[in-house]
């Protein structure tokens, strides 16, 4: 009798920092099928006892060009490599990077199936690159299945692209944190915004929305890349890459998570919130409300206006606070169930 030919998932993440922490939890997922990881030297020494080959990338938005000329060979190689040493391979795509399309390419050419995951087929405004969205439309049409983080996002894609097969639809897992938030509702309200300081996060909106309002902190934490003018006298800015553990005790230490984004695709942030069992605020835009529902958050229109009227429902109102808590908790274990096996029943 002939041997069944065993099919091994490839991971390739070759991204520095971009989507880090949603690859972390997808391997998770994949774990009981031992993938081989493709990554950036910088991540190679964060997987034990795994099947790690590494390929040295620039974060760079013409590393594509340079990679024509000088790593399409390496790639070349690398995957010969596995074809030798294993029989059937999926390649799986969990994050953008430009070179991803010179793997799908390869992939192709060799009668490899791949998987990609797209975070935003819309670059966001400030960050507007239409070389990266090439690259990803071209990844969709490579690609033998395509994973979208919400209806929105997909939506987005069908109407140029039109509605494919191919196209699926996994939500976001939910992002891990070592503590619950069980900080008890006080006469004085901390509100807490996590992440990267972009225009698009809305920020501004956020410390706009405070202004001469009584018994309100605000903690702003993440790498800031475009300027605020704050009132240090109530707002505290961490300007770093925070470390988990960080994070963690950033939202056990709030009242409240506010997302007050001017536009988003869908929100890891946002399961950090539900994780944590944080009261939230977000605005409602993009995949936002798709992702979480209407319960677990006060959602509101992305202005300072809406920001400070849902700011002084949650100050004022203590029983409120409780019911989105409680609400939060049956939130968090539908987001569990539902996309536990998707991923794996895609790239199998």
């Given at each position: 009798?002939?041997?069944?030919?065993?099919?091994?998932i490839?991971v390739v993440y070759?991204?520095?920092?971009g989507c880090?922490?949603?690859?972390?939890e997808?391997?998770?997922?994949?774990n009981?099928?031992?993938?081989?990881?493709?990554?950036?030297?910088?991540?190679?020494?964060?997987?034990?006892?795994k099947?790690v080959k590494?390929?040295e990338?620039?974060?760079?938005?013409t590393s594509?060009?340079?990679?024509?000329?000088?790593?399409k060979k390496k790639i070349?190689e690398?995957?010969?490599?596995?074809?030798?040493e294993?029989?059937?391979?999926?390649?799986y795509?969990?994050?953008f990077?430009?070179w991803?399309?010179?793997f799908?390419q390869?992939?192709n050419?060799?009668d490899?199936?791949?998987?990609?995951?797209?975070?935003?087929y819309?670059t966001?405004p400030?960050?507007k690159?239409?070389?990266t969205?090439?690259f990803?439309?071209k990844c969709?049409?490579?690609?033998?299945?395509?994973i979208?983080?919400s209806?929105?996002v997909?939506?987005?894609?069908?109407?140029?692209?039109?509605?494919?097969e191919?196209f699926?639809?996994?939500?976001?897992?939910?992002?891990?944190v070592?503590?619950l938030?069980?900080?008890e509702h006080g006469?004085?309200?901390?509100?807490?915004?996590?992440g990267r300081i972009l225009k698009?996060?809305g920020?501004?909106l956020l410390i706009?929305s405070?202004?001469?309002?009584?018994n309100?902190?605000?903690?702003?934490?993440?790498?800031?890349q475009a300027?605020?003018?704050?009132?240090?006298?109530?707002?505290?800015?961490?300007?770093?890459?925070l470390?988990?553990?960080?994070?963690?005790?950033?939202?056990?230490?709030?009242?409240?998570?506010?997302?007050p984004?001017?536009?988003?695709s869908?929100?890891?942030?946002?399961?950090?919130?539900?994780s944590?069992e944080?009261?939230?605020i977000i605005t409602?835009?993009?995949?936002?409300y798709?992702?979480l529902?209407?319960?677990?958050?006060?959602?509101v229109e992305?202005?300072?206006?809406?920001?400070r009227q849902a700011?002084?429902?949650?100050?004022?109102?203590p029983s409120?606070?409780?019911?989105?808590k409680?609400a939060l908790?049956?939130?968090?274990?539908r987001m569990?169930?539902?996309n536990k096996?998707?991923l794996?029943?895609?790239?199998?």
């Open positions: 009798m002939q041997k069944s030919i065993e099919k091994k490839v070759l991204s520095q920092y880090w922490a949603y690859t972390k997808i391997l998770k997922q994949l009981a099928f031992d993938p081989i990881i493709i990554c950036s030297q910088h991540h190679s020494s964060d997987f034990h006892n099947t590494t390929l990338t620039k974060d760079s938005k594509i060009a340079l990679a024509s000329l000088t790593v070349k690398l995957l010969l490599q596995l074809i030798a294993q029989c059937r391979l999926h390649l795509f969990p994050a990077h430009p991803n399309v010179i799908m390869l992939a050419s060799y490899i199936a791949s998987t990609v995951t797209i975070h935003d819309v966001h400030g960050e690159s239409l070389l969205e090439c990803q439309k969709i049409k490579q690609a033998d299945s395509v979208f983080l209806e929105y997909k939506n987005q894609a069908a109407l140029e692209l039109g509605d494919q191919k699926k639809v996994i939500a976001h897992p939910l992002l891990p070592s503590n938030n069980q900080i006469s004085e309200l901390k509100l807490l915004f996590l698009y996060k920020v501004q706009d405070i202004k001469e309002m009584d309100i902190k605000l903690t702003i934490a993440g790498v800031q300027p605020l003018q704050v009132d240090k006298s109530r707002t505290t800015v961490i300007n770093k890459n470390t988990e553990s960080e994070i963690t005790k950033l939202l056990v230490s709030h009242h409240v998570l506010v997302l984004y001017l536009s988003a869908q929100s890891g942030v946002l399961t950090l919130g539900v944590a944080i009261p939230m409602k835009v993009g995949g936002l798709e992702q529902g209407p319960l677990g958050a006060l959602w992305p202005s300072s206006k809406g920001l700011i002084i429902m949650l100050r004022d109102n409120l606070y409780l019911e989105i409680d908790r049956s939130s968090k274990q569990k169930k539902s096996l998707a794996q029943s895609l790239v199998l």
